[in-house]
């Protein structure tokens, strides 16, 4: 198996044909690292000055080894525990009827490593909030072999480290905190008790995380292709099937009858009672004013991008928003068999994601997708906006130059500055004399 | 293959050989492995297979592979890879070498391995930690001269074959008492003599071979480390080639670094792009060279013995650097001259050259660094070398603010191990089989010990021990003369002389003196003994001397709680459980990987790292002179337990303890400090970081722009106010001794007959000085410590005195008194210096302080030595007023009670009389002074006369004080004046002007030149005034240019008509004369000019401190205002009355007033402007004829010597630890007792002045004595008068109380 991987890795690499290397890679059975069997040994193990503390490297790595600094100086990551100190999550906590909001498994579960008490190593400590490995999983099998030569990805990842570079099994990582899954979310009491909104979108969540690992030669000797737009790309269609499934299990059963309210658009209800501004998308047509719209966001920039491969399975996607948010209205049966659907077209948009040769042609014409999308007026909701918005972002970070584009993004993300603010008219007018521009 | 071959392959093998280094090619010997090493072993022929290096990485499977064999007799251990971090796989024989296939199979390891059932039994004792087990060690391997290889003999045969076939032996199995696994005793260089092979068996992190077992991963902080201070000791060599003469580079040139086989050799720094750039800014040096043989440096000291000429003692001085049996060279010498020359060749020959270099070559003086073992003789001696010297801990002290939690392992050097093999009570093994990153300060002390000059005693608040307090504990009730072979024994572990005769010789003794704390009166004893010295605990006390309590209270000094009430003042970061290694990171301790000769330039955190400032908050980023380019980020350090180790929390700093898990502080925040509505706000912190220097209003408080601030961060360090105390080695005395053969251990090794101890004489606490630092250290003001100025001495093969006490001089022609800008370590809360610590009080009571704090001394610390030189009216004599052998008590005081009790009883049966005078006859001596080997006297109509005294001690000379040391021709030492009736040495201390000239002292060296008045003596005669003779010649080791003759004279208008008596001040004389005093300008010394003219009543003599000049006509005693910059004058109904003062000294804050038939007059002149008597002292009327007297410190205690007329010399104790429970103090109050006396040869009339101690500048800023380190140097006139003047010239004072109405808070 290890064997068969590697020749294959090494032909696609001889064929040059890189996007096609690697989806054999992703492996969506994993067990996210919080869940695995193996100790987490602790930041401090690998963090060392020899290992992946180094300050000033000596000799050529494979790696930075610098991973440690940029996790703990640069990386939210490392502050995330510390977040459950402060006031706003001391507030959180105490709204919630919890002791502290730095001891409760419902903080902790995305705010550290929170992995059992018996598979914590001698230097773990919670403390460090989401460390390596949150991420890696933990490293009690692997952390004495992992640098062997040669290097072998796929024995690491038998001996039970997380393979967080297939971009499947990474975004399911970081979705699970920063979308939220059926065991961990931030339902609605957590966002009533005061916490911030989420919002996610692979590629900015990467570069400004900020990313720590090269993709140079060896990486994708070892790894898989990894660009701004190919994740972006796929990062839009698993984000969506994160969302999707969400509107699928146990989260549907509310106490209330009602799906998690987590999982709707906040916008849709917290808004002035004076706002005028109520409009349907195109998408969600079958709505009346004062419907409560599900949060889909993610969905939308994934019809949108999709529109530049495949016009007719982007009228698919379209189709299937629609029904999903006709479903809300409906029964909670028929929202899990409509997410059902959603679920079926991520896959397959994964798939042509993968396949596809992403181009400056080509990613150009996806700009332009995604501006039309939202001059069709599928942006009103913030979350959409956010979402094409960064989504454009990612390609003018693969292809920078494009002055245009670079000014329209300043202005756009000054338009999204804050949810509470946001004019979605606005927003639609800058897409459409970008359009015009273009 | 043969064993051979596999030899050839192992010395061949590429890349094995450390890194930089170059082999230099050394004049004799060759490698040591050939040579018998320092014990006299001669090497075993041992061929060793090629040991591979440890790999980076590898399978466990693999590991176990080069473990299993190991693991049949070492069945546990503590962490098999040494690292606690599971990343690392290593099997035994990775690091060790050695084979791990063979395997013993005896089905009861037990039997074989332990060695003796009494080991046995002490093993058990051991193992369980407590206190009462740790009393059944009843040896250590140092101390019982035990046979180890007995040991050997109890191994089963077969054991013992398996375990030399699996082991890797060694080529000196004698010297490692092989197989026992301990550390040898006395180890000091003995890995340089050994194998690399063994060397790497026994520790395979020792520098040269860990580039073998550990450089796989950690090659880079290797290659740093070798080249780090810690190792090369650079910073040793070279201060004290400098200061003492022997090399004239600043920027030192000088290291330790050996081959992987043990061979001296050079090191080089890195490639650098811009060499100049990075050694100007950075004190970067590119390479350091080995130690020259001894026998081959040229001696600094110009003594008379290392002049050319002169016949040579030809059977005494065996030429050890020229062999010359037949002694041919020595018979062309010319007849006719004094047979005291070293030898035909002069200077570096006949085994006597610099001492300091056979001390460093000889002896343990700074040793180990870390290419050595501690030496695994006493508590605090006990470590292993390179890497593990540091991460590998051993048990050497039980204090656990010294070694954390290691206190309770004791402080034996015995081990914790899981390991059966190793034996559990014996010393000199580490306590587990296991690296660590918290290493306990007590490891540090190891090394960091030397006498007073390492700051890791001060920072846990200790110094060295003075031999008086205490000392009815410390000293045997019976006198002690030992044996040769006991003084060889203890000096080999000990090279201070002291403990062949104190009880802390014994090992066993020594080992629990801090048990003794409970008991003591005087001082409490730290747990650590290094060396084998004793370190005394420094408490706050005040300026007089008495304990006090936390809140300032005092503490009587019969309080049996005192030290329990008393404030030990170590660091507060001592106190709060910190650790060096919790502010000197990984960096500092390994280096950066540029060679450096400063440690202060290799450093790389900073106060305001982790404190802030006034006006910012800390950044957790090293930014000292070593930090790397954007610093090193400290929030990113984790401790052991794997927890960050500093956290910002909720707006609080917290770092958490890199040793004690769970101990944890709050930083403090200077910015929190001085903002009023914050908790921390303290007003004396805001005041002192904020006031203006708008001395007019002092206005403080955040509300001062930065720039109008008198304490800007990039003019003074912090410690220059946050320091609570500072240790001062005022002298160390070095003799050098025929007659000892003993081994050198650095280098290519050897024997010579001939052996130096070290003697520290005056080591004080309270001295308190300031100078600037280097522009390599931002040029800022910081405390200035004296840095053991030595005094030398030798004594050749028939036990004949050649030199004796005589101080070297530095290559910049300035006084080897050293000084040294350096941070104290004793930084606290609130023990820290204040306003009136650096500048004038409003009750101007400061005075001393003032003068101790600028360098220009307070005569109090001064060395008075061997002899008393008095001045009579008809002749000159030394009286012998100290023992020879260490400890030089003088005779009849306090120590010399204890140390010599014998001896001491026949003093007193002699009725206390002095046995040994040596006088010449001369004119009227109405003033002399010592300086060198040339007395330098006024004898009236005979003139101003040097008398050559460099034999004074010498047994085989028959006329020990000679006025012509060679033909007339070749010199003529006397300068004939009408009446000479005084005269005065810039300083006393011995200079050389000429040599501080040209661009290696002035720009390389960046040494400021020396004031021109430093080329003359100064003369008053009674009839021609002032006349001024250049002296220099007598020390520039020529001895055919030195003809005196008068340079300048000067007497306009007749103002000096009677002049009398004369001091100076810098490039000030005042002059008594029958005008009065008379104030003369030198700055240009051959034209002087007159300042003023101040009218006194019969002037007699005076004397200056600082802004006063004391003195004494026939009203008494008087002060005259000499402030500079101002007018001076005569301060009114300020007298005290004495019907016939005469000569007046003045030590501190008091002045000693010789008082004619009134004896001693004792005056406090803490206030100068308010003097008061406070006693006089005549010794039931024994003191009548009182003509001068002079004061100086010998050890912990202060000494008065009289010139009492017809009387002769009187030696009086001013203070000591039975009369003056307050010795402590800066300036405590005298309790004079007489102790000896001498009847002179003529009247007593005067005395020569011990050589200053800490005077490094005079009064004008003219430097006196050598500073440490590139670019630093005592405050300059204008600096000084800052301290205390405005522009203007105004004086301004300050109070220690802040005032709120001063306060302004910025808007």
């Known amino acids: ?438 | 293959m043969t064993n051979s071959v596999i030899h050839e392959q192992s010395r061949k093998r590429p890349g094995s050989h450390s890194f930089a280094i170059i082999l230099v090619s050394m004049l004799c010997i060759g490698w040591s492995n050939l040579t018998s090493a320092a014990g006299g072993e001669v090497p075993v022929d041992v061929s060793y297979p090629f040991y591979p290096p440890a790999p980076k990485s590898q399978t466990q499977t693999e590991a176990d592979s080069k473990s299993i064999g190991c693991m049949s007799c070492h069945t546990s251990t503590d962490r098999h890879t040494m690292h606690s971090n599971p990343a690392v796989i290593l099997g035994c024989t990775d690091c060790h070498g050695g084979d791990a296939n063979v395997t013993w199979t005896a089905s009861d390891t037990q039997d074989h391995h332990v060695i003796s059932t009494e080991e046995k039994g002490k093993s058990d004792g051991y193992a369980n930690e407590s206190g009462k087990s740790e009393e059944k060690v009843s040896h250590q391997p140092g101390h019982n001269n035990k046979d180890h290889s007995k040991g050997n003999k109890e191994y089963d045969a077969a054991y013992r074959a398996a375990m030399d076939s699996a082991h890797v032996t060694p080529t000196l199995p004698k010297t490692w008492h092989y197989p026992s696994s301990a550390n040898p005793p006395h180890s000091y260089t003995i890995l340089n003599t050994e194998s690399p092979e063994y060397v790497r068996f026994v520790n395979p992190g020792d520098y040269r071979i860990a580039e073998e077992s550990c450089g796989a991963c950690h090659l880079p902080i290797i290659q740093a480390a070798k080249r780090s201070l810690m190792t090369t000791g650079a910073m040793l060599w070279g201060g004290a080639s400098y200061n003492n003469g022997i090399l004239p580079y600043k920027n030192y040139i000088l290291g330790e670094a050996y081959t992987r086989e043990g061979v001296g050799a050079a090191i080089e720094g890195p490639p650098m792009k811009n060499p100049e750039q990075l050694a100007k800014a950075h004190g970067v040096l590119p390479s350091l060279a080995p130690l020259p043989a001894w026998e081959t440096v040229r001696p600094g000291d110009v003594f008379r013995v290392f002049e050319r000429g002169g016949r040579n003692i030809s059977n005494l001085f065996p030429e050890t650097g020229l062999p010359n049996a037949l002694g041919q060279l020595q018979r062309l010498e010319e007849p006719g001259r004094p047979d005291i020359r070293q030898s035909n060749r002069g200077p570096g020959t006949g085994a006597r050259i610099s001492v300091p270099i056979i001390n460093l070559t000889k002896t343990r003086l700074n040793d180990p660094i870390s290419w050595f073992l501690g030496t695994n003789d006493n508590p605090g001696d006990y470590r292993s070398s390179g890497c593990s010297g540091c991460h590998v801990v051993y048990a050497n002290d039980r204090d656990p603010k010294h070694s954390g939690p290691y206190a309770k392992f004791g402080h034996h050097g015995v081990t914790q191990t899981k390991d059966p093999t190793i034996p559990k009570g014996e010393s000199g093994h580490p306590l587990k089989h296991e690296f660590t990153r918290a290493i306990p300060t007590s490891q540090c002390m190891i090394c960091h010990m030397h006498q007073p000059n390492m700051f890791v005693n001060t920072y846990l608040g200790y110094t060295m021990w003075d031999y008086e307090s205490d000392a009815p504990h410390m000293w045997p009730e019976e006198q002690q003369y030992p044996s040769d072979s006991k003084i060889r024994k203890i000096n080999e572990r000990n090279p201070e002389e002291a403990a062949i005769r104190g009880k802390w010789g014994d090992p066993d003794f020594l080992s629990k003196v801090s048990e003794l704390n409970p008991k003591l009166r005087d001082t409490q004893f730290a747990d650590y003994h290094g060396h084998g010295w004793n370190f005394r605990a420094v408490y706050k006390r005040d300026r007089d001397g008495n304990l006090l309590d936390a809140e300032g209270g005092q503490i009587r000094d019969d309080d049996p709680e005192k030290f329990e009430k008393g404030v030990h003042m170590a660091s507060i970061h001592a106190d709060k459980g910190m650790h060096c290694s919790d502010c000197h990171f990984s960096q500092d301790s390994h280096g950066n990987g540029h060679i450096y000769g400063e440690v202060a330039n290799a450093v790389e955190i900073d106060c305001v790292d982790c404190h802030g400032t006034a006006s910012k908050y800390p950044t957790l980023t090293t930014s000292g002179p070593a930090s790397p380019s954007g610093g090193n980020k400290l929030a990113t350090l984790r401790n052991p337990d794997g927890k960050l180790r500093f956290e910002w929390v909720d707006g609080k700093l917290i770092q958490r303890s890199l040793l004690t898990e769970g101990l944890e502080w709050e930083v403090s925040l200077v910015k929190d400090t001085i903002n009023p509505s914050h908790p921390q706000y303290n007003p004396k912190a805001s005041r002192a970081k904020t006031v203006s220097s708008n001395t007019e209003e002092q206005t403080w408080g955040t509300g001062v722009a930065y720039q109008d601030r008198a304490h800007q961060d990039e003019e003074m360090e912090c410690y220059s106010c946050h320091t609570s105390w500072t240790t001062s080695c005022a002298g160390c005395h070095l003799p050098i001794e025929a007659n000892w053969k003993t081994p050198k251990h650095h280098y290519e090794g050897g024997e010579s007959r001939n052996f130096a101890t070290y003697n520290p004489q005056v080591a004080r606490d309270q001295m308190f000085q300031l100078g600037r630092r280097g522009d390599i250290n931002g040029g800022r003001i910081a405390p200035v410590r004296s840095s053991s100025g030595l005094v030398l001495s030798s004594t050749n093969a028939n036990r004949e005195k050649i030199y004796i006490q005589q101080p070297p001089i530095a290559s910049s022609g300035f006084s080897s008194q050293a000084f040294a800008p350096h941070f104290p370590h004793t930084t606290r809360l609130t023990e820290t210096k204040t306003c009136t610590d650096c500048h004038l009080s409003e009750e101007n009571d400061n005075n001393a302080i003032m003068a101790q704090l600028l360098l220009q001394g307070t005569n109090f610390v001064n060395f008075v030595g061997y002899h008393a030189w008095v001045g009579g009216e008809k002749s000159i004599s030394a009286v012998q007023v100290t023992e020879w052998e260490e400890p030089q008590a003088v005779i009849g005081s306090y120590l010399q009670k204890y140390a010599y009790p014998d001896w001491f009883e026949e003093h007193q049966q002699r009725k206390q009389k002095l046995k040994t005078e040596h006088s010449h006859k001369s004119g009227r001596a109405s003033c002399l002074q010592l300086r060198g080997e040339y007395l330098f006297v006024a004898e009236g109509k005979k003139g101003f006369r040097a008398y050559d005294v460099a034999n004074i001690a010498n047994k085989g000379y028959s006329l020990r004080i000679v006025t012509a040391p060679f033909s007339q021709a070749g010199q003529k030492t006397k300068v004939k004046t009408d009446n000479a009736t005084c005269m005065v040495l810039p300083t006393n201390q011995n200079i050389a002007p000429e040599r501080n000239q040209g661009e290696l002292m002035r720009e390389v060296n960046q040494e400021q030149p020396f004031h021109p008045i430093y080329n003359y003596a100064f003369i008053t005669d009674s009839e021609s005034g002032l006349i001024l003779v250049d002296v220099n010649t007598l020390a520039d080791g020529e001895f055919r240019n030195n003809n005196l003759h008068a340079d300048a004279v000067w007497n306009e208008n007749g103002i000096l008509n009677g002049a009398r008596h004369i001091t100076m001040g810098g490039h000030f004389l005042y002059v008594v004369a029958d005008a009065g005093m008379v104030i003369i300008n030198v700055d240009d010394p051959l034209k002087p000019t007159l300042v003023k003219v101040i009218p006194l009543n019969d002037g007699r003599a005076s004397a200056l401190q600082f802004r006063y000049l004391f003195v004494t006509d026939a009203d008494g005693l008087k002060v005259i205002d000499v402030t500079q910059g101002q007018e001076p004058e005569l301060l009114e109904e300020n007298t005290i009355s004495l019907s016939n003062a005469q000569r007046i000294y003045v030590a501190r804050t008091f002045a000693y007033v010789a008082a004619g038939e009134e004896g001693l007059a004792i005056v406090d002149v803490k206030q100068p402007t308010k003097m008061k008597l406070v006693q006089k002292f005549t010794a039931n009327g024994q003191i009548n004829d009182a003509h001068d007297v002079v004061v100086g410190s010998t050890n912990a205690s202060l000494f008065a010597y009289v010139a009492d007329g017809a009387n002769g010399l009187k030696v009086i104790q001013l203070t000591s630890p039975d009369s003056q429970p307050k010795f402590y103090g800066f300036s405590p109050e005298p309790k004079p007792e007489l102790i000896a006396w001498k009847k002179t040869k003529s009247p007593a009339i005067a005395l020569s002045k011990g050589l200053d101690r800490d005077r490094g500048v005079d009064e004008t800023g003219g430097q006196i004595a050598v500073f440490g380190r590139l670019g630093s140097r005592p405050l300059n006139k204008a600096e000084m008068r800052k301290m205390y003047q405005n522009s203007k010239g105004k004086i301004w004072t300050v109070s220690d109380t802040p005032n709120n109405k001063e306060r302004v808070d910025a808007k």
Request: net charge neutral; with cysteine.
């Open chain 1, 1 to 438: 198996m290890q064997n068969s991987f590697i020749q294959k890795a090494l032909m696609a690499l001889m064929v040059g044909a890189l996007s096609l290397q690697l989806a054999t890679a992703s492996d969506s059975e994993q067990v996210l690292p919080q869940y695995d069997n193996n100790k987490h040994m602790g930041v401090a193990t690998c963090g060392n000055a020899i290992c992946h503390g180094v300050r000033n490297l000596s000799e050529p790595s494979n790696v930075r080894q610098n991973e440690y600094h940029t996790w703990l100086l640069n990386d939210r990551h490392s502050q995330s525990y510390k977040t459950l100190m402060n006031e706003q999550s001391k507030r959180i906590a105490k709204n919630l009827g919890l002791k502290s909001a730095a001891t409760a498994d419902i903080c902790l579960d995305c705010h550290a490593d929170n992995v059992r008490e018996e598979m914590r190593g001698d230097e773990f400590h919670i403390t460090d909030g989401v460390g390596c490995e949150a991420c890696h999983g933990g490293s009690e099998k692997w952390l004495a072999t992992h640098t062997l030569t040669p290097y072998s990805a796929t024995r690491n990842i038998s001996d039970g480290m997380y393979p967080s570079a297939p971009l499947a099994n990474r975004t399911e990582l970081c979705t699970s905190c920063h979308v939220g899954n059926s065991k961990k979310l931030a339902n609605h009491n957590i966002m009533g008790a005061g916490h911030p909104r989420l919002g996610f979108e692979l590629d900015t969540f990467t570069a400004r995380q900020p990313q720590h690992y090269d993709v140079d030669a060896d990486y994708l000797e070892r790894k898989n292709a990894d660009t701004p737009i190919r994740r972006m790309l796929i990062g839009a269609a698993l984000h969506a099937r994160a969302t999707a499934q969400n509107l699928t299990g146990s989260l549907l059963d509310h106490p209330q009858g009602f799906p998690e309210i987590a999982l709707f658009n906040c916008h849709s209800c917290h808004k002035p009672l004076d706002d005028q501004r109520w409009q349907n998308r195109p998408t969600t047509a079958g709505l009346k004013p004062g419907s409560i719209r599900l949060n889909d966001g993610s969905l939308i920039l994934l019809a949108a991008v999709s529109g530049a491969i495949d016009k007719a399975f982007q009228d698919k996607i379209v189709r299937a928003i629609k029904d999903l948010h006709v479903a809300s209205r409906s029964s909670i049966a028929e929202v899990k068999r409509a997410a059902d659907q959603v679920i079926q077209l991520t896959e397959q948009a994964e798939t042509k994601f993968k396949r596809l040769t992403i181009s400056k042609n080509s990613s150009q014409l996806m700009l332009i997708e995604l501006a039309k999308f939202g001059v069709r007026g599928e942006y009103r909701d913030y979350t959409a906006a956010e979402q094409a918005l960064m989504a454009m972002d990612a390609i003018h970070y693969q292809y920078p130059g494009n002055l245009t584009l670079e000014s329209m993004l300043n202005k756009g993300f000054q338009l999204t500055k804050s949810d509470e603010t946001f004019e979605p008219n606005d927003f639609r007018t800058m897409l459409s004399s970008f359009l015009k521009s273009e």
